[in-house]
């Protein structure tokens, strides 16, 4: 396989449609710019792993996908199934197409921009970017304490535990009643509001063991859609944001200060950033989230790690 044929996953758009005159428009911006490719379409998101193994085993070497966060998410647990050989060779890229394109967005990627994309690109600039590992620890039998397995499940963007974990598992569920996506997000947080979400948790951040009712903790690799402003995929460090359940009143604050860049400076917000593993003991009934997609059976006790200049991944010149 020649080294600069890129292998491309098309994950269309989930409740729209027309997806493929999306893809029509990508893909006159490739031929036009004499991009040598081959691309294989998503049939769901699980599918995204399935195929990236495969263009991975067929030796492609820059790997791009077309979609947002969980397809990249996806694609980053699959590649990670293959030994350090592979991951030094192979490059990760994304072209922006979903709700969700924060670890895109970071960068400077646009979806409203295809042409600067495909550009950056071409070109193949590549960084290695930090890349956090959540270990589900399940303990053989109760008195020998003996690690049995370690589930993983990695993640660019951030992990969630508490209400944004949450109201992505009511959205999934929602999706089924509603069928429109973008109204599912509102029906979900419509339920929530509903219900006072707090959870007991117990968790080790540095040397500080934090222990109370909480509403949502966001470990960020990024910013997290806001959550963790100041985080960067590139500095061997996670941060923590902590957040208290406010009143009515700070919660319509705290999304203002969320969409404006300053949610470290509202008051239910505790923040911390760390190189170390983060250890959660409890968590309650709270739900566990990596990038938009909810663990399903993660349970505590877990580890929060981060693998420091660990994936290559193609950044803008």
């Excluded at 994950?11 to 710019?33: A, F, M, S, Y």
């Excluded at 593993?277 to 968590?283: G, P, S, V």
Aim: glycine share 8%; hydrophobic share 40%.
């Amino acid at each position: 396989m020649e080294k600069t044929r890129w292998g491309i996953i098309y994950c269309p758009k989930q409740g729209v449609r027309r997806t493929h005159k999306r893809w029509e428009r990508i893909k006159e911006l490739l031929d036009t710019n004499g991009v040598a490719y081959d691309f294989v379409q998503s049939e769901g998101a699980e599918s995204v792993g399935r195929l990236t193994c495969m263009l991975v085993n067929n030796g492609y070497e820059t790997l791009i996908i077309v979609g947002g966060d969980s397809a990249l998410n996806r694609a980053l647990n699959a590649l990670l199934t293959f030994d350090e050989e592979v991951r030094q060779r192979v490059a990760l890229g994304i072209i922006p197409n979903g709700r969700g394109n924060d670890f895109a967005s970071f960068w400077g990627f646009s979806e409203e921009d295809d042409a600067r994309t495909v550009r950056w690109l071409m070109e193949r600039r590549m960084r290695k970017v930090d890349v956090g590992c959540i270990t589900c620890l399940q303990q053989e039998g109760e008195t020998d304490g003996e690690t049995r397995s370690a589930d993983k499940r990695y993640f660019l963007n951030c992990a969630n535990v508490g209400l944004v974990a949450n109201i992505m598992k009511l959205k999934y569920k929602t999706r089924r009643i509603f069928g429109l996506t973008t109204l599912t997000y509102f029906s979900s947080m419509i339920l929530l509001l509903f219900q006072r979400m707090e959870m007991k948790m117990r968790f080790k951040v540095n040397e500080e063991t934090v222990e109370r009712k909480v509403m949502s903790v966001c470990i960020g690799n990024s910013r997290a859609y806001g959550m963790t402003p100041n985080a960067v995929p590139y500095n061997g460090m996670l941060d923590v944001s902590v957040i208290s359940y406010p009143e009515m009143r700070q919660l319509i604050e705290g999304l203002g200060m969320l969409f404006t860049g300053k949610f470290l400076s509202h008051k239910n917000v505790c923040a911390y950033r760390t190189p170390r593993a983060i250890h959660f003991d409890e968590i309650s009934k709270a739900s566990l989230s990596t990038d938009g997609i909810v663990l399903e059976g993660f349970r505590a006790p877990f580890d929060i790690t981060l693998n420091a200049e660990y994936i290559n991944f193609i950044i803008p010149s």
